[in-house]
């Protein structure tokens, strides 16, 4: 290397090749500066200086930020709250209508999200859409906050020693107290009430349903002496005939139906049987739709096909027979088909009429399915309401000598027949209570109202069957300043005891002895709070005698002028107690895909005939207008319209919307019922009404999307009716690698025989991954948020059509089309065979959307949180706690769509390696699967050749969505099979 | 050799060199007419329109507008498609009649490009203001980021738009503004006023017009016109692959790139016809741009729409030969028959059957009837596009989730903001830029004028 000298002593340094030294800097001498300055180190002053600068500059970009939000930690640590663990509490779900048996998932302390509790012999851990809602209405903004007098809020204090006082006057005045209740089904609460009635002895209890069963129980009191709605059992049935009994939508106890049914319909292990089941109905329902045969009748030609099948059973065991008017429908095949399954049968009717339950009762003593399928002695307890007592009620208040009511679970205002004679009977009452939860149209005419706590806060038991019992635990501290309505007796019969207590004392009083598993009732009362069940050992009385009962026929009105008016719950709303559920409201229909309103449902000949087209208005009775629906299956000469609508009080979300006919339901012999009236009809020109629909297409185009079979070609070849699966397996092939996993490959798999469509699936999924409510105006612009979507396709003539459901989620397809078309790679494949999205890359250029042969891509069109223009949970400060903290809220202007719960797949195979193990098939549930009634889906590891998932993926059933699009899915579905007779 | 000239005469009234250079730039001396104020008001009101259009879109979101969960994609990609489509006509006018040695497009190969400039900027608006989350539009640029090795997806024919619209935006820009550099010299050296001296003194780039000059000039247009012929071909072939690469019955088809193209190419000779009518009209070029102009351009129009309606046969053939029951019920179904067939059968009569009458000799000589045709032909074109996004997407493999579309206010106005844009942008070219390419005209001056 050169070397350069700059003077000649560097140059005879670098000649002795000497290391340079570094001369010492000169000390420059200024004066007053200090060491530490000199050296360049900072100073007081210097520190001060730039801590003010950079205070300031921190204030100033953090004024940009957003606003601070305040995340308080515990200042005592609480048992068992692990941040980001969820706790699961056993409890149950009980409205006045429906019974479940639960499991509470809460996060932090705060339950968020309900699961069906796999202990219950009864629910068997399914649930319903409304279940799964319920925990929505635990954060509604409307509910109550304090108790209120005259609807002015005042305290506890002053409402207790008033209502106290007023009650004692009354008492003592010798006027009537009434306690009007929907049906109570927990023992402790019955007992409670005895307790009132002593305190004042004036008191009278009387149960009020909306929707009645009443007629079940008189039937059976003069047939069997005694007044109860007995048990059905699907799964020992073999035959199931149903008359206008929405068993699997809104009868009776929907869940354990479910349960029963699809079980009895799976058909996945080598099973050769199945339960058949044939439906005569008037409406469309979605039992309706799942029956092997449907045939629509007439409301008032029920009765009529009913005796008539009873008198071709009879006649053919030569038992004596009815003289009745020729049969409207051939019943005679039916009956011996129903004598073939002798009792493995079942008849059931919906109807609240006397006299149809009676011959519905005689056919199944004849038919000896007393016992067998049809169970007297574990009588069901829901639906206890007695409508001649609540007429009588209304009677006697009219006159002025009913002193005091009080209103628990129950809203006679809005869902009475005649609820104007109820009001003005009120109006003559001298103190009226009402234990309401939040506003309704009872509660607002009341003096007082004791709001009650929601049932999660509760402590509570319930007998749904008798001898099977269930608990209720509050899962969270009362939200608003609301107590216990049980509580408030206790307070109001002068105790100082808590429910809570009483409970506990009456479990050890009365149903401890009723078991012989604990020694101790503090270890008996533990298990049974941690289970959320209880079944009795008690010996129950089995003693039932069958008793004729003359079967007569009272002609029903006819009007050949006029059409008969049929009213029916829908699968989501119900009696409408939950109208101000968002959840609910947007739920579609199962059957005809509708959401947010009622409207005048009218058959397809009956729309040719007046030249209807859905959304068109028609004018009832000249009354009043209603927007129509053309449901497809309906019977030609009646219409039908849901209850639940029209509520005036029950919040921002549920006011108003639809129309309320409850008032068109009819009474006769004192019987509150939904068929009955006879309306006209009238098309109103050029006026039509917005319906926000879901689907407005009904059929699958030739298509073979749902594919199907019946179970006789079905034992000759499994693989019938989906022979084109085989095809396109030989068809599909492809220039590239095929994709490969390694440890997991994630897989769902639907059992179209087992779907029913009840909407559960699409509510818990919502629950789960935060899925935004948009509201009627959106819905109708076909944007709807749902994750997990039920198609519902018609085929067949449309007068009387065959139905399927189909459920469509993502299908995490391994070649999937939306993947590669995405600019900005914000939806890639994960390693496990899942399609993910991630939202913060996504743009919104909503190109995967377009490319999804499935439409299961969601894109948030709207920034639907903290927007009032979507006012509804996510836009309060309440309503936000039910959002799941696993699972982020998307923002405006990304996609998003069914992740297959990735955040459940995360957790259980964190919990697999944190306890070193394998992952267990069927540990992971999605929240689609996991509360299905139906068990209709599966959910594993497609690389584990053991798994349930992989099982159903080698049956000849199984075939893939438009497997001819080779998007390779991930989920797959399996024939639907029909039971059909030829 | 024999020659017959096909071309009837180009430049008419027996002009100068310097004839040329008075009458092309008179209108820029001139004073500004009334009608200039009145339309550039009309424009600028459009623009506000679809400004407040975008601040709604932006503020509120894409809810806003008439898409939904199924047609995701409506007028916004439409209107993008029918922009890009317009904008292919400079360039191609330019560049393949420049490489085909076409004399005949001198005198409207600068409006045509101006056009183009114009049209794409209308075409880029749309998917910036499509995107849900515009304010990270930038992440579909593949930036060296803090993200990790996250880069755009290469495979998405979404980016590759981004690509090929950018460098065919740049190409046509720098190839219109090379092609004025002369001109704009020649106003520098015309021009009273100071302030227009030094503006197009510097946008001459110092142009002296020397001999060197010219050959440079010469050199670069011939190189830009050969690096932009094939983005020509590449830009709609790519647009066109956001719907042939996709699945959807209707798109999924491997016509697309060459259809696309010659539709493209269709729609922009139609847009510079009904330009250019006008211009001749209101500045009196009647001399530049004659008969003999049009005659040409209706020529090729008659030949490019039998390519058209052999398209789009070749599409029903196949959908039908290659019997996908999707593809068949898109087309059969839901094209030619069905809810959508009022716009099918517009974009086939305007497309494919009213450009035939230009058959005939005496409909291409009667200027207003080829000024109504080319507007058939725009609004077909513009029809094709629609029945192409939303027929596919409306009612595509499962007919449970078919929806119908209709835009919103806030997508027409957006639209009509566009369309603000465009006029206005050629108002102020035809105020401050010579409409004929001065230097251009001169060289075939000799050679077909009378």
């Known amino acids: 290397m050169k070397k350069y000298w ?382 001649i007592e609540v007429a009588a009620l209304i009677e006697r208040m009219n006159t002025g000598n009913v002193g005091v009511i009080i209103h628990y679970n129950t809203n006679p205002v809005y869902n009475y027949p005649n609820s104007q004679k109820y009001v003005d009977g009120l109006t003559k009452v001298d103190l009226k209570i009402s234990f309401a939860e939040s506003p309704d149209e009872t509660s607002t005419v009341c003096d007082y109202v004791a709001p009650d706590h929601n049932y999660l806060e509760s402590w509570n038991d319930a007998e749904p069957k008798l001898g099977f019992y269930s608990m209720m635990q509050p899962s969270i501290r009362n939200i608003f300043e609301t107590r216990q309505a049980q509580d408030s007796l206790l307070k109001w019969i002068g105790s100082d005891q808590s429910y809570q207590d009483y409970l506990e004392k009456y479990w050890e009083a009365d149903l401890f002895a009723k078991q012989s598993k604990f020694g101790t009732f503090k270890a008996f009362w533990n298990q049974s709070v941690h289970d959320g069940v209880f079944i009795s050992e008690e010996k129950l009385n089995s003693n039932f005698a069958y008793q004729e009962a003359e079967l007569k026929i009272t002609e029903p009105d006819k009007d050949n002028a006029k059409y008969e008016l049929f009213l029916y719950e829908k699968a989501g709303i119900g009696s409408g107690n939950f109208a101000n559920n968002p959840w609910l409201q947007e739920l579609p229909d199962p059957i005809n895909m509708s959401t947010w309103d009622n409207y005048l449902c009218v058959s ?379 | 050799m024999y020659k017959k000239e096909v071309r009837g005469i180009l430049v008419q009234g027996n002009k100068s060199y310097g004839q040329i250079t008075r009458d092309v730039t008179a209108p820029l001396y001139a004073q500004t007419p009334l009608w200039w104020y009145i339309a550039i008001s009309i424009s600028s009101i459009a623009i506000l329109v679809g400004a407040l259009a975008i601040y709604k879109t932006v503020s509120t979101g894409i809810g806003t507008w008439g898409v939904n969960n199924n047609v995701a994609w409506g007028w916004a990609i439409i209107n993008f498609v029918w922009w890009v489509g317009i904008g292919h006509a400079g360039t191609a006018f330019s560049i393949f009649l420049l490489i085909l040695r076409q004399k005949w497009r001198t005198s409207i190969n600068r409006a045509a490009e101006a056009m183009t400039v114009v049209a794409v900027i209308c075409a880029g608006l749309f998917p910036m203001i499509h995107m849900g989350r515009i304010w990270n539009a930038f992440f579909i640029f593949p930036y060296w980021n803090t993200r990790g090795p996250l880069w755009d997806n290469f495979n998405s024919p979404l980016f590759w738009d981004v690509v090929a619209i950018s460098t065919y935006f740049m190409a046509s820009a720098v190839f219109w503004f090379i092609g004025m550099i002369p001109d704009f010299a020649t106003i520098r050296d015309n021009t009273t006023s100071k302030i227009k001296k030094r503006v197009y003194g510097f946008l001459s780039f110092g142009w002296i017009g020397n001999a060197r000059g010219w050959l440079r000039f010469e050199t670069a247009s011939l190189l830009l016109g050969g690096l932009a012929a094939p983005l020509v071909v590449a830009v709609h072939s790519i647009v066109s692959m956001d719907f042939a690469t996709s699945v959807m019955p209707g798109w999924h088809t491997t016509i697309f790139p060459p259809y696309f193209v010659v539709g493209a190419i269709f729609s922009g000779f139609g847009m510079v016809l009904t330009l250019m009518i006008i211009v001749r009209k209101v500045f009196k070029f009647q001399d530049y741009i004659t008969q003999s102009h049009f005659d040409a351009i209706a020529r090729i129009l008659t030949f490019i729409s039998l390519i058209m309606a052999t398209a789009y046969t070749t599409e029903l053939f196949i959908a039908w030969y290659g019997g996908g029951e999707y593809e068949m019920f898109t087309f059969m179904k839901n094209r030619v028959t069905g809810e959508y067939t009022m716009a099918f059968w517009t974009m086939i009569t305007c497309n494919a059957i009213i450009p035939q009458l230009f058959w005939f000799k005496k409909i291409r000589k009667n200027i207003t009837i080829v000024f109504i045709m080319s507007i058939f032909i725009n609004i077909g074109m513009w029809f094709e596009r629609y029945v192409i996004v939303v027929t596919s997407l409306s009612k595509d493999f499962l007919p449970s989730s078919w929806a119908a579309y209709a835009p919103t206010y806030v997508e027409i106005g957006i639209f009509v903001g566009t369309l603000g844009i465009f006029i206005t942008g050629v108002l102020l070219f035809f105020r401050y830029v010579p409409m004929i390419a001065i230097s251009e005209v001169k060289g075939i001056l000799k050679k077909t004028s009378n």
Not at chain 1, 184 to 209: M, N, Q, V
Not at chain 1, 699 to 707: A, P, Q, Y
Not at chain 1, 763 to 773: P, Y
Not at chain 1, 848 to 855: I, T
Request: proline share 4%.
């Open chain 1, 6 to 387: 700059q003077s000649l002593e560097d140059y005879q340094r670098i000649k002795t090749n000497q290391e340079y030294v570094e001369k010492p800097e000169p000390e420059f001498s200024i004066e007053g500066m200090s060491e530490e300055e000199k050296k360049g180190k900072a100073t007081r002053r210097d520190f001060l200086k730039m801590l003010g600068f950079t205070v300031g500059g921190a204030v100033i970009a953090a004024s940009c930020e957003t606003p601070v939000r305040k995340a308080i930690p515990f200042l005592n640590q609480p048992e068992e709250i692990t941040p980001g663990v969820a706790n699961y509490y056993a409890s149950t779900f009980y409205d006045g209508n429906d019974y479940c048996s639960i499991l509470v998932k809460t996060r932090e302390g705060r339950p968020i999200k309900i699961e069906g509790n796999d202990l219950s012999t009864i629910s068997k851990g399914g649930t319903s859409a409304r279940v799964q809602a319920s925990i929505l209405n635990l954060y509604d903004n409307a509910r109550f906050k304090t108790p209120q007098k005259d609807n002015q809020e005042i305290d506890w204090g002053t409402l207790d020693s008033e209502v106290s006082s007023q009650l004692k006057f009354i008492s003592e005045q010798g006027k009537e107290i009434v306690l009007l209740t929907g049906t109570i089904i927990s023992p402790s609460t019955r007992k409670l009430i005895e307790d009132f009635k002593l305190i004042y002895p004036g008191t009278k209890w009387i149960t009020y349903d909306a929707i009645s069963y009443h007629a079940i129980r008189l039937a059976h009191q003069k047939q069997f002496g005694a007044a109860i709605i007995p048990s059905y059992d699907f799964s020992k049935a073999k035959l199931v005939v149903g008359f206008n009994a929405d068993f699997l939508g809104t009868w009776l106890s929907p869940v354990e139906f479910t349960k029963q049914y699809s079980a009895a319909r799976k058909l996945l292990n080598g099973e050769t049987s199945m339960l058949r089941h044939i439906q005569y109905e008037t409406t469309m329902t979605i039992t309706g739709g799942m029956a092997d045969n449907r045939t629509p009748i007439k409301a008032s030609d029920e009765k009529v096909t009913l005796l008539n099948l009873y008198n071709e059973i009879a006649g053919l065991l030569g038992q004596t027979q009815f003289t009745i008017s020729k049969p409207v429908v051939e019943v005679h095949k039916l009956a011996v088909e129903l004598l073939e399954n002798k009792g493995e049968s079942m008849v059931l009717c919906g109807s609240n009429d006397e006299e149809s339950q009676l011959i519905v009762n005689a056919i199944n003593y004849l038919l000896g399915n007393y016992g067998k399928t049809i169970d007297l002695v574990h009588n069901v307890q829901l639906k206890q309401g007695n409508d």
């Open chain 1, 604 to 982: 397809t000949l009956l729309a040719e005939e007046f030249g209807f087209k859905t959304e068109d208005v028609a004018l009832i009775n000249g009354n009043f207008e209603m927007p129509v629906l053309v449901q497809p299956g309906l019977e030609k000469n009646s219409v039908a319209i849901a209850v639940g609508y029209g509520r005036t009080t029950a919040g921002k979300v549920g006011d108003h919307l639809g129309t309320n006919i409850y008032p068109y339901m009819t009474i006769t012999n004192g019987l509150k019922k939904l068929s009955g009236s006879l309306v006209s009809i009238e098309k109103v020109d050029g006026k039509t009404y917005p319906l926000a629909l879901t689907q407005s297409h009904h059929t699958m185009e030739g298509r073979s999307l749902v594919r199907e079979t019946t179970l006789e070609k079905y034992l000759k070849d499994p693989a019938s009716g989906n022979e084109r699966h085989a095809e396109d397996a030989k068809k599909n092939t492809t220039l590239y690698s095929k994709p490969e996993f390694t440890g997991f490959h994630w897989g769902m798999a639907i059992n179209q025989n087992s779907c029913i469509g009840c909407g559960n699936c699409v509510i818990s999924c919502q629950a789960e991954n935060n899925v935004a409510v948009i509201g009627k105006q959106e819905v109708r612009n076909r944007r709807i948020m749902h994750w997990i979507r039920i198609d519902r396709y018609y085929s067949e003539e449309a007068e009387n059509p065959e139905v399927y459901h189909q459920p469509v989620m993502c299908q995490h397809c391994d070649n999937a089309p939306c993947e590669n078309v995405c600019p900005v790679a914000a939806t890639p494949h994960s390693s496990e065979g899942l399609n993910q999205m991630a939202y913060n890359r996504c743009i919104g250029t909503r190109y995967c959307m377009n490319n999804c042969p499935y439409r299961v891509r969601r894109f948030n069109w709207f920034e639907y949180a903290n927007n009032k223009d979507f006012d509804y949970n996510m836009n309060n400060d309440v309503g936000k706690l039910v959002l799941n903290p696993d699972v982020v809220v998307r923002s405006r202007g990304v996609v998003e769509k069914c992740s297959l719960c990735v955040q459940r797949i995360q957790e259980k195979k964190l919990l697999a390696k944190r306890e070193n193990r394998q992952l267990m098939d069927g540990e992971i549930k999605t929240a689609c699967q996991a509360s299905c009634p139906a068990d209709a889906i599966t959910f594993g590891n497609l690389l584990d050749p053991n798994s349930a998932i992989s099982k159903i993926n080698e049956d000849p059933r199984n075939y893939h969505l438009l497997e001819e699009v080779h998007t390779l899915p991930s989920v797959s579905y399996m024939t639907k099979i029909r039971n059909k007779k030829s």
